[in-house]
């Protein structure tokens, strides 16, 4: 190769914009490497980059390539992934296959990304085939792509069948099981793999603390972040991120500020993602003023952060200053979403602004163009109720009727029952508890109507709504409440006495009555 060809293929690797790299493609075509398959593919993989890159100018370089490598087919197929094109990615590969070249273990990850993405999983099944045909499914890199693929399909049996013929299995393959399993609600069989994980890096302790939390398993989220910390293995930001979940849940505050504190500590920049996650927690957990002082001091903030600021003012029955934050996220140009709306409908719900909501919804439909969807009207109910406006309340709920499944329509006529017994609407409540059991056979449908009718001193209705109680077979679910103390959050259930302190505690109990007294 001349000096004037190496020196070619240096500019191609220094290349930082499509201008420079144009220029030394120019220069690769003057220097007789205009066939070189080295030269080509780092064209096409400069073309490939989301954001500096050119997918377009790698289209028409692709196409003149008259026998194109699988080096080369594997480089356009990445670069139509990373662009979101993936028909294009797919169709590339059904073109390798016409052409008689046989892709390898770099092409089959790429297209069963493509797969997933598209819920194609008829032809990821296909292309599981063809790999067992030529042995790839033995490789590492497509064996945890497949399992990857059936994960997303909720097809557990079959990534577990491909995860026990790989023979050197590496630390992403545990963690696909884990997220899979999770991901499927089944925290059992995850556990079981992360158990058997014989080595866990940061991404296995991720997948199951994620996967905790994501089935609101907090407690046992964070016992288990407590033993990742005395492996002295370092949290990312999704562990981060879950962690700050599972203490927005359980009400942590005392955990979310060291974590505040540790990254603060640390230097390590507060991506959007995690001050949002910090401030949701600070708001769940009851201290508003340091979710507002986060939320004024992000440099950036994108709507999913507006969103968790709105909603958290909502959470507090803080209405106007809900509707306020509203306007200043309109001034600058923030468009809301579905999302935003949920928040406000519930803002002016808690704060008992029936007019506001009304007025908002007009706004949502009109305006932003956005339509309403379950949740929303599930908040219209609620907001209405609340307002006594019961009249209005259900014709909105007769009109949305066949939109709702059974979660949804449930949690409208709960909003309605709380509303009709906080307004004495005996009659309302009748109807609405009626609706309920026919939806659900819940212990609390029966309390709010049996605490209607002690408070209207019904007390036959009261014994006959507990015998109807008894004999449905609802037990009323004992009552929990947490405490943190030192980092340690400690559930209470009512009538357990297995807390190993629990004389302690009954006596500084007994103590603080005699003082009240």
Known sequence: ??????????????????????????????????????????VLAFCSHPHQGSLIYACRVFERIQQPTVCICNTIIKAFLLHGKLNSTIHVFINMLHSGLSPDNYTIPYVLKACAALSSFSLGKMIHGYCSKLGLVFDIFVGNSLMAMYS?????????????????????SWTVMISGYAKMGDVDSARFFFDEAPEKDRGIWGAMISGYVQNNCFKEGLYL???????????????????????????ALD????????????????????STSLLDMYAKCGNLDLAKRLFDSMPERDIVCWNAMISGMAIHGDGISALELFSDMEKIGIKPDDITFVSLFSACSYSGMAYEGLQLLDKMCNVYKIEPKSEHYGCLVDLLSRAGLFEEAMVLMRRINNTWN?????????????????????????LAAERLLRLENHSGVYVLLSNLYAASGK?????????????????KAPGCSSVEIDGVVTEFIAGEKTHPQMAEINSVLEKMHMQLD
């Open 459 to 475: 007390h036959t209705d009261v014994r006959r709504v507990r015998d109807m109680m008894k004999n449905k077979g609802a037990d």
């Open 152 to 172: 997303v399909s909720g097809d557990m049996v079959a990534a577990r069948h491909v995860f026990d013929e790989i023979p050197s299995l590496s630390a992403v």
């Open 225 to 251: 972040f407590r033993l990742m910390q005395l492996t002295d293995t370092v949290p990312d930001e999704s562990i981060f991120v879950s962690i700050l979940s599972a203490c927005a849940h359980l009400g």
């Open 406 to 430: 059974g979660s949804e329509e449930t949690l409208a006529w709960r909003a309605f029952l709380s509303a009709c017994c906080n307004h004495g609407q005996g009659q309302l409540a009748e």
């Open 255 to 274: 955990i979310g500020i060291w974590i505040h504190r540790y990254l603060s500590r640390q230097r390590l920049p507060l991506s959007i993602r995690l």
């Open 1 to 42: 190769m001349s000096s004037c060809s190496k020196r070619s293929l240096v500019l191609l690797e220094k290349c930082k914009n499509m201008k420079q790299l144009k220029q030394a493609h120019a220069q690769v075509f003057t220097s007789g490497l205009d066939n070189n398959t080295f030269a080509l593919s780092r």
